[in-house]
């Protein structure tokens, strides 16, 4: 049981370039989520998903771009990178209810992609 | 809306100190869900703890433990005895269960520190 995978782990893009950021899950979750971390901050929500072909924009959307084809599949896409996307992706997925089974009982993290944009 | 406040930005003690760390939320949900994160130098998310909202038992798990007080509305996090392990980012987080999306917003985190 993988969990979330995320891909790449690590990026570095020039001003301009797109780039797609994947997200994976095999738990059958619906629910799936991308947040960025700037560096010494919290989290903050970009776009999430309530299911296959359903997306909804979060509370920091501009720039990204997300499409749900999949359950378990959840890209973000960048497409004209700017410095102010260097920040650390993470992508995140529930089933809502949660299990004590999940290692994060509800909530499943992928361990992050950290991109840089020069 | 939901929100959630952690006003420490940054905690520094000595090793086998007692350290609290704060955290104050809002919803406007009845029934809502509270966590805590443990982010260490490496970056990755560890979970910490899931509170349900209709549950206000403390909770010790080792030399952890929560203090939920819905008067407050504060969810604070103890560490008893710190070690040079626990020097990590620390993010409590909110959850509505009325939320459609159930989606997770997160305090700005504290940091903490422990020297030897």
């Known amino acids: 049981n993988a969990g979330v995978t995320q891909t790449p782990k690590f990026r570095i893009l020039k001003i301009g370039q797109s780039m797609t950021l994947q997200c994976a899950q095999d738990?059958?979750?619906?629910?799936m989520y991308w947040y960025r971390q700037d560096p010494g901050m919290g989290l903050k929500l970009i776009y999430y998903s309530v299911g296959a072909g359903i997306t909804d924009k979060g509370e920091v959307p501009n720039g990204y771009n997300v499409s749900r084809s999949t359950t378990e599949d959840f890209p973000l896409r960048l497409e004209l990178a700017a410095p102010s996307q260097t920040s650390v992706y993470f992508c995140?997925?529930?089933?809502?209810?949660?299990?004590?089974?999940?290692?994060?009982?509800?909530?499943?993290f992928g361990s992050g992609t950290r991109l840089t944009v020069v | 809306a939901q929100k959630v406040t952690q006003a420490q930005t940054e905690i520094s003690v000595v090793e086998k100190e007692d350290v609290t760390l704060d955290c104050v939320y809002e919803?406007?949900?009845?029934?809502?869900?509270l966590f805590w994160y443990k982010q260490p130098p490496s970056g990755e998310l560890v979970f910490l703890i899931r509170r349900n909202s209709f549950d206000e038992q403390n909770e010790i798990s080792g030399r952890y433990s929560w203090n939920f007080q819905k008067s407050t509305s504060s969810f604070n996090f103890t560490i008893t005895a710190s070690q040079v392990v626990d020097s990590a980012v620390y993010f409590c987080a909110l959850s509505e269960a009325g939320s459609s999306a159930s989606k997770i917003i997160f305090g700005s985190g504290t940091r903490l520190s422990i020297r030897p």
């Open positions: 919803t406007r949900d009845t029934t809502y869900y």
């Open positions: 995140a997925s529930t089933n809502r209810g949660g299990t004590r089974a999940s290692p994060n009982y509800g909530y499943t």
């Open positions: 738990m059958n979750h619906n629910y």
